[in-house]
């Protein structure tokens, strides 16, 4: 660390006389001057129990050793670590003594302690430029490997409080024995927009490198696995798109057959989220000590942000022309309202930066805003165009459905420029065709259904099948019905294959005891201990594509990625995907997280499109 920390300031004295070209610098440390760490889980254990445990480990290697591939994981806004990349003194008058400077290698993301004793150095530190995306005092950078990850803010209090990728990092290791050049990482700095990070940081073209890399030490083998969660599917998004360019039209999905097997897209907003119009119109701290006007006054810098904005679906139904916020003023929101108080927006409103036009009147901040929206539109990729599946052999979308979620704000200016009061704010009212099915608690089911249309077009024939959350329970427990996607009124609409009835009312059509209770529990949002799969196959190019959408009742957009339920489904899945086959029957799991081919189906009908 000193010689590191001497080798920055010295960095920094000689780029006084100018800005200088440097070169990369490699440190080779001798023996025992590096870390090593434990990639495995080992119990200590001795006399009966050592050698109870040595059986059975014995008897499941009986099965052969299981030939894995590599996984990717893709962090998503505010979900791994920032590092210092620089000194910055942080003297901020009696709280100057509390605590130390910024020094190069410390923790900014996050550092709670840091907040507390320096939180006004710990905001500038993080700030950037609204227009420009540069930094203003600190330079950050995005922390790596695994540990980056896992907690945010480790420590024994905070790490538990803090904790995001652990648990599917050590079930990956727990159950699939994966080598530390098969798990890998692709942290970024979320606070910038995902052109800037190609502009500065040349992420794309590292992350293209990393993957190429992997695969080739795994002996081209089929290609990685890409997990991502919430804004971590946008970057990879952008990422496809750039790559489009990068190695050329024609090679694009080749490169793509030969490099990535299997997505797995978790909690993403692919119609945005609602929740960043309150982020920056009157801020959400997350816990962290610090006031709601100052969080707004730091998120609103990043540009980030405006990937994740509510956008329309394009297929002009009723939620796309809902207002999400509606906005009161005593003086009109534009000069030529002088008698209008109140105006309504809609995602197409916000898209189009019609909101923040109206609202820099009042308020600077959006007017740079509206800058900085201007600023990211981008060759590369249109981040209001809605997304179609990406041409990947196994794509899995996965969210938590039925847990309360905002959808519309009500907002009246201050009479201090630059401050909203939040008058109310209602959460998601699930609609009949859906089911009533809400979102996440982050992000609306609208909004996470859009995956639906990945599943084929209207009339396409989808697998719906139910099994319950719980760690034990029986083949009669799973239920398995053929359905279409009508796709009328919503996107995620479906009704029994050979009917026009809707899946939703289909309970009142069946009298058999066996499938009554499916049917009047299928999507009803009182029943919060199922997963619902929805799946579909065919070939593309004489290739199998297989797509997934798996609806998981009662889980938080925060919490999926350490819920029991997604983790025992998600080793089931890899366990299909590592043997070459395309996706797998959700029938029960064995205690050595292996599905039972026991399955109580219902007898398919014929396809019949209406």
């Known amino acids: 660390m000193l010689l590191l920390t001497l080798l920055l300031l010295l960095a920094t004295a000689a780029a006084r006389d100018g800005v200088m070209r440097t070169r990369p610098v490699l440190l080779m440390p001798g023996f025992a001057s590096s870390q090593l760490q434990s990639w495995s889980h080992q119990r200590c254990e001795t006399g009966f129990r050592k050698n109870l445990l040595l059986l059975l480990a014995t008897a499941a290697a009986r099965d052969g050793v299981m030939r894995t591939r590599p996984v990717l994981l893709m962090p998503g806004f505010a979900s791994s670590q920032l590092q210092s990349w620089s000194h910055q003194r942080c003297e901020t008058g009696f709280r100057k003594n509390l605590y130390r400077d910024i020094n190069f290698g410390d923790r900014l993301w996050v550092d709670v302690a840091r907040v507390l004793a320096q939180g006004d150095c710990w905001i500038r530190c993080m700030k950037l430029d609204i227009t420009t995306q540069e930094e203003v005092e600190c330079k950050l950078r995005a922390a790596q490997g695994l540990e980056a990850v896992s907690e945010l803010d480790p420590g024994i209090v905070t790490g538990p409080l803090s904790t995001v990728w652990r648990s599917i990092i050590h079930d990956l290791v727990d159950h699939f024995e994966l080598d530390p050049d098969q798990l890998i990482v692709a942290t970024y700095d979320w606070r910038l927009p995902p052109s800037k990070l190609q502009q500065r940081d040349k992420y794309f073209y590292s992350l293209k490198k990393k993957i ?69 119109s009157s801020g959400l701290t997350e816990g962290l000590p610090i006031t709601q006007s100052e969080m707004r006054k730091l998120v609103v810098s990043f540009g980030s942000i405006l990937s994740f904005m509510p956008m329309p679906s394009g297929l002009n139904s009723a939620k796309d022309n809902e207002v999400i916020i509606t906005v009161r003023s005593q003086q009109g929101l534009i000069p030529e309202d002088d008698k209008v108080i109140q105006r309504n927006y809609t995602s197409a409103d916000i898209a189009s930066g019609q909101l923040f036009r109206d609202m820099s009147v009042h308020d600077p901040i959006f007017a740079k805003l509206e800058i900085m929206r201007r600023n990211v539109d981008d060759p590369v990729l249109d981040f209001f165009k809605p997304w179609e599946r990406p041409p990947i052999a196994s794509v899995y979308s996965v969210y938590g459905v039925n847990v309360q979620t905002k959808s519309f704000y009500e907002y009246e200016n201050a009479e201090t420029p630059g401050h909203w009061f939040q008058v109310q704010y209602l959460n998601e009212e699930g609609q009949e065709p859906t089911c009533s099915k809400t979102g996440d608690g982050t992000v609306s089911y609208h909004s996470l259904s859009w995956a639906h249309t990945w599943l084929g077009s209207k009339g396409s024939s989808v697998r719906v099948t139910q099994t319950p959350q719980s760690v034990y329970f029986s083949a009669e427990n799973i239920t398995r019905v053929r359905a279409i996607r009508q796709a009328s009124s919503h996107h995620a609409e479906y009704s029994l294959l050979n009917r026009k009835l809707p899946i939703c009312k289909a309970h009142n059509e069946f009298n058999d005891g066996r499938t009554a209770g499916f049917f009047a529990g299928l999507f009803g949002p009182l029943n919060r201990d199922r997963i619902t799969f929805f799946e579909s196959s065919k070939e593309v190019d004489g290739a199998a594509h297989s797509t997934g959408v798996w609806e998981i009742d009662g889980v938080g957009h925060r919490d999926i990625l350490s819920n029991p339920a997604f983790l025992r489904e998600l080793r089931a899945e890899l366990r299909h995907i590592f043997k070459g086959k395309t996706n797998s029957d959700k029938v029960v799991i064995a205690s050595t997280g292996h599905r039972r081919r026991l399955l109580l189906e219902l007898p398919l009908c014929p396809l019949r499109v209406p």
């Open 212 to 280: 190429e890399y992997t695969v080739e030490l795994d002996g081209n083998n089929g290609g990685l696995v890409v997990i991502a969660h919430s804004m971590g599917n946008g970057v990879f998004r952008y990422f496809l798109e750039w790559l489009k360019e990068e190695v050329g039209r024609n090679n694009w999905q080749k490169w793509i057959d030969e490099h990535i097997s299997a997505y797995f897209a978790v909690g993403s907003p692919l119609l945005g989220s609602a929740e960043s119009i309150e982020l920056i």
